[in-house]
C-alpha cells in the first residue's frame, strides 16, 4: 500500500509518524526494548501530546533478529498466529559500548546508537546486511482512518528481491506492488494462491513478517531504495534470517516455520486425471489406463477431478453412483494393476449436499455475525465453509475421507481455500481478516494429519493449490489453473521459483495447462517440463491430457521421459531428502545454487533439479532455447554434448531433447528399473560421472525408497588418468563416463567394494 505521494509529500488524508530517535531503553542478557518517540525531544514537555512507539528487539534462533514495534499495546490479540519451532529464548546476546547498543545472534548484529537518530543496522560479515533509518518504523493513519505498522528496509545497489509466495509476475520483485492476500487468480495476474510474507535478496539475508493476514509491500515501487511491508494493526513483527548463502537463509527460515515432510517415493511417477468438465466414466478411466500400458507409458497415479462426486452436491464425498456404480471394486482393481488413486476434495459444503443441513445444525459451517451461516452461489450453488477452528468440523470432516481412504483412495486433490470471506465469526474467535489467508493452513493440516494417521509416517501426500506460512509441511503443492500456452508455461515456472525461493520444498504444475487444449507442440514440451519437475501430472479442464490425442511423437516423448523420471528416481529421492531435511527445494533458481554470479541473479526460464541438474525447457515451436551456462563444462545428459561456461547458448532442439546438463564434477546415480518410480535402486544402480577434473571426489548415496535413511553410497576420486571407486553397498553396480547413448558402461558384479578403472584424457 502507498502512503506517499511522491517523496515530499503524504497521499490525501494520510499522516505518518516515524520513529525518530531512542529515548530510553531496557535490556536483559538476550533482549532490548527500545522506546521510540516520533520527533525530537529536546526537553521534558515535548514528552506530551505524542506518540512513543515500543521496539522491541530479540532472537528466537542462531542468526534470526525479531522486531515487534508497537504503537498501542491494548489492542485485543485475536488469533490465528503462525506456529513458530525451534525457538531459544537466549539465542540473542546483548551489548553495550558506550551510546551503542548492540543485539547479536550468531554471525547476525542489530546495531542501534541511541544518541543519535533513529536507525536500525542489520549487520554480518563486517558490513550492513540492511538498515531501518529515517521512514522505516512507524504508523501511518489514512483518510478512511485506517492505523497502518510500517515497516521499511533499505535496498542496496544491485540488490534484487525474491520470493513472496507463488508469484507470477516477474521473478525479480523489485518495482511491484505485492499484496500478501489469498485470491484465486489464475497464473496470468498479479494475484496468488500461495501468499507468503517471506522474502530473501541476493545480498545474503532474507525477511519474514510475521503476519498471517494481509501485508502490503511496495518492493523499491514507492520509495525506490526500500522494502516497504505495512499491515492494518497496532503491532508490527519482522525477522531479518541471515545467510549468508540464499540455501542457508532458507535452512534458517525453514527451522522456524517448519520443513516439508517427505512424501511417498511412489509420487514420483506420472499422474493421470480424468481432467476436470471431461465427459468420463469407469469405462473412460479404464480407456486411459489400459491406453497408457498399450502404448509402454508406465503410470504411477491416477486422479479422479471433481466430477467422480454429483454435480451440485460438493462436497458429500459420496461416488456418482451412474458414473461409477462400483468404487470399492474399481478402486481394488486399480490398485492390483499397480496403481495409486487421487481424489479431488474441497473444503466448501453445497446446499444440496446432504451434508449442508448436518454441518449447519452441529455447527460445522462458518456463520455470520447474525448468527446464519455464511453462503454463496459461486463454484457451487449455496455453499458454506466447514469450520477448521472447531475441533468437533475438523472431525466430522476427515471422518468423511477416512471413509474414502477405507474404500482405497490414496491421498487428495485438496483443491480452493482462498475466497474466504471476513465478514464471518469463527468457532474459536479468531480474527476475520488474519483468518482469510489462514484458512488453507487448516485445511490443508487437517487432510494430511489424518493422512499421516492413516498410512503412517513417510505416506502421507497432498495436491494442495493454496498456503500460507508453514504449508510447506504438507506438500506436495501444484501451481493452479494456467492456460495451456508457451507463455503460460514460462509463467507457471516463474511461480514454481518464487514458491520454492518461499520455503516450499515440493512443486508441481499441471502438464499441457488447464484451461484450453494445448497444440501438439506444447504438449510435448510442457510433457519434458512436467517430467523434470519434483511432481508430475498430467491434467486439464475441458480436453483430456492422454498423449495420443496429440499425436504419435507425443506419446513417445511421453514415454521416453517418464522412463527417463523413474531412472532418475534415486537421484529425485536423494534430492527430496535434502527438502525434508534443509528446507531447500527439489526445483531450484538459478540464483539459489549459483548465489556469487551475477549472470544468475535474473535467470527465471531455467533452473536446477537438484544438486546436479540444470533444466532449459523450451518454449517456442521452432525448438529454439536459450539458457545460460555457468562456469565449468556441462554435459548433456540425454546427447553427450558437452558446453562450457560462463556463457549464454543458443540451440535447437527435436522433441526428444532439450538441455539436461550434468553439472561438472557431478555423479548422478541412475535407477536400473525405468518401468516403475520405487524399486531395489542400489541393485544395479548406473553412475554416470561428468567432467570428473583431476582431484575431483564425490560421494553419492542412493536413498531409502520408505523414508529419510539411505541403502548404500559410493565414494569417487580421480587421481591423475584414473578413477577410483568405493562403495558399501553389497549389490551389483555400473558407471559411465559422460552422457549420450554412446558412452560406455563399466559392469561390477555383487560384493565388489572397490574398482579402479582409467579415466579418458
Not at 41 to 57: A, D, K, M
Not at 723 to 750: E, Y
Request: with cysteine.
Amino acid at each position: 500500500m502507498k502512503f506517499t505521494d511522491g517523496y515530499w509529500l503524504m497521499r490525501p488524508g494520510c499522516t505518518a509518524r516515524y520513529a525518530a530517535e531512542v529515548a530510553d531503553v531496557r535490556a536483559d542478557d538476550h533482549r532490548l526494548t527500545l522506546y521510540a518517540p516520533v520527533k525530537h525531544v529536546s526537553r521534558r514537555g515535548q514528552t506530551l501530546n505524542s506518540p512513543l512507539l515500543t521496539v522491541e528487539c530479540w532472537s528466537p534462533a542462531e542468526g534470526i533478529i525479531g522486531v515487534r514495534t508497537t504503537h498501542h499495546a491494548g489492542k485485543v490479540r485475536r488469533g490465528p498466529e503462525f506456529t513458530l519451532s525451534g525457538t531459544d529464548a537466549e539465542a540473542g546476546k546483548v551489548h553495550q559500548d558506550g551510546s551503542v547498543r548492540e543485539l547479536t545472534s550468531g554471525e547476525l548484529t542489530l546495531r542501534v546508537d541511541t544518541e543519535q537518530p533513529w536507525l536500525l543496522e542489520f549487520i554480518a560479515g563486517g558490513r550492513v546486511l540492511t538498515s531501518a533509518g529515517e521512514r522505516g518504523t512507524g504508523f501511518v493513519t489514512d483518510a478512511e482512518g485506517r492505523h497502518h505498522m510500517v515497516g521499511q528496509l533499505a535496498l542496496d545497489v544491485g540488490e534484487l528481491v525474491y520470493g513472496l509466495g507463488e508469484r507470477f509476475t516477474p521473478f525479480v520483485k523489485n518495482g511491484q506492488a505485492v499484496d500478501i492476500w489469498q485470491a484465486d487468480g489464475g497464473t496470468s495476474s498479479e494475484q496468488a494462491y500461495k501468499n507468503i510474507p517471506f522474502h530473501l535478496t541476493n545480498r545474503g539475508y532474507g525477511v519474514f513478517v510475521n503476519h498471517p493476514g494481509k501485508v502490503s509491500y511496495e518492493v523499491g515501487s514507492e520509495s525506490v531504495g526500500q522494502v516497504q511491508f505495512s499491515v492494518e494493526d497496532q503491532s508490527l513483527e519482522y525477522f531479518i534470517v541471515y545467510g549468508p548463502t540464499p540455501k542457508q537463509v532458507l535452512e534458517r527460515y525453514t527451522a522456524l516455520t517448519g520443513r516439508p515432510a517427505l512424501p511417498p517415493a511412489w509420487a514420483l511417477g506420472l499422474w493421470l486425471t480424468t481432467s476436470f468438465t471431461t465427459d468420463y466414466d469407469e469405462a473412460t478411466v479404464g480407456r486411459f489406463i489400459d491406453g497408457m500400458a498399450e502404448r509402454g507409458i508406465p503410470l504411477s497415479v491416477f486422479h479422479f477431478d471433481c466430477f467422480w462426486m454429483r454435480g451440485y452436491q460438493w462436497c458429500d464425498f459420496a461416488w456418482d453412483s451412474d458414473t461409477f456404480p462400483d468404487p470399492a471394486g474399481m478402486l481394488s482393481r486399480l490398485r492390483q494393476q499397480g496403481l495409486r488413486v487421487s481424489v479431488w476434495i474441497n473444503p466448501y459444503i453445497a446446499q444440496k449436499s446432504a451434508l449442508f443441513e448436518e454441518g449447519m445444525r452441529e455447527g460445522y459451517l462458518v456463520r455470520r455475525p447474525d448468527g446464519s451461516v455464511w453462503q454463496w452461489d459461486l463454484w457451487q450453488p449455496g455453499m458454506a465453509l466447514v469450520d477448521f477452528t472447531n475441533p468437533a468440523a475438523r472431525d466430522w470432516y476427515t471422518g468423511k475421507l477416512k471413509t474414502l481412504l477405507d474404500q482405497g483412495v490414496d491421498c487428495f486433490k485438496t483443491d480452493f481455500g482462498e475466497r474466504i470471506p471476513t465478514d464471518v465469526v469463527w468457532h474459536d474467535g479468531s480474527d476475520p481478516e488474519r483468518m482469510h489467508n489462514y484458512y488453507t493452513h487448516l485445511f490443508n493440516e487437517a487432510v494430511f494429519e489424518l493422512l499421516r494417521a492413516e498410512r503412517g509416517e513417510g505416506e502421507a501426500l497432498l495436491f494442495a493449490r493454496s498456503a500460507t506460512v508453514g504449508g510447506q509441511q504438507y506438500p506436495v503443492h501444484w501451481g493452479g489453473d494456467c492456460e495451456s500456452h508457451f507463455r503460460a508455461m514460462a509463467e507457471s515456472l516463474r511461480g514454481g521459483l518464487s514458491l520454492g525461493l518461499s520455503g516450499f520444498g515440493f512443486w508441481s504444475h499441471d502438464i499441457g495447462g488447464f484451461e484450453g487444449t494445448p497444440t501438439p507442440a506444447v504438449f510435448k514440451r510442457w510433457v519434458q517440463f512436467g517430467l523434470l519437475s519434483s511432481h508430475s501430472r498430467l491434467h486439464g479442464s475441458k480436453s483430456y491430457r492422454v498423449p495420443w490425442d496429440y499425436g504419435e511423437e507425443a506419446v513417445d516423448v511421453t514415454r521416453e521421459f517418464t522412463l527417463l523420471k523413474h531412472r532418475l528416481a534415486p537421484y529425485l529421492q536423494r534430492a527430496a531428502q535434502q527438502a525434508h531435511t534443509t528446507g531447500v527445494p527439489v526445483m531450484r533458481a538459478m540464483v539459489l545454487e549459483f548465489p556469487d554470479d551475477p549472470a544468475a541473479a535474473t535467470l527465471d526460464r531455467q533452473y536446477m533439479l537438484g544438486d546436479d541438474l540444470l533444466v532449459a525447457p523450451v518454449f517456442t515451436d521452432d525448438g529454439t532455447v536459450e539458457y545460460y551456462v555457468p562456469e565449468g563444462t556441462w554435459t548433456n545428459v540425454l546427447t553427450g554434448a558437452q558446453v562450457t561456461g560462463p556463457r549464454w547458448a543458443r540451440e535447437q532442439h527435436g522433441f526428444h531433447t532439450l538441455p539436461l546438463l550434468a553439472r561438472p564434477d557431478s555423479v548422478i546415480a541412475l535407477s536400473a528399473d525405468d518401468q516403475h518410480p520405487v524399486s531395489a535402486w542400489a541393485d544395479g544402480v548406473e553412475l554416470r560421472v561428468h567432467s570428473f577434473a583431476d582431484g575431483a571426489e564425490q560421494t553419492v548415496v542412493i536413498p531409502s525408497t520408505d523414508g529419510p535413511g539411505e541403502t548404500a553410497r559410493f565414494h569417487l576420486r580421480r587421481r591423475g588418468d584414473r578413477l577410483h571407486v568405493s562403495t558399501d553397498s553389497p549389490h551389483a553396480w555400473q558407471l559411465r563416463i559422460g552422457g549420450g547413448p554412446s558412452a560406455a558402461v563399466h559392469t561390477w558384479s555383487a560384493g565388489t567394494r572397490e574398482a579402479e578403472l582409467p579415466y579418458p584424457a
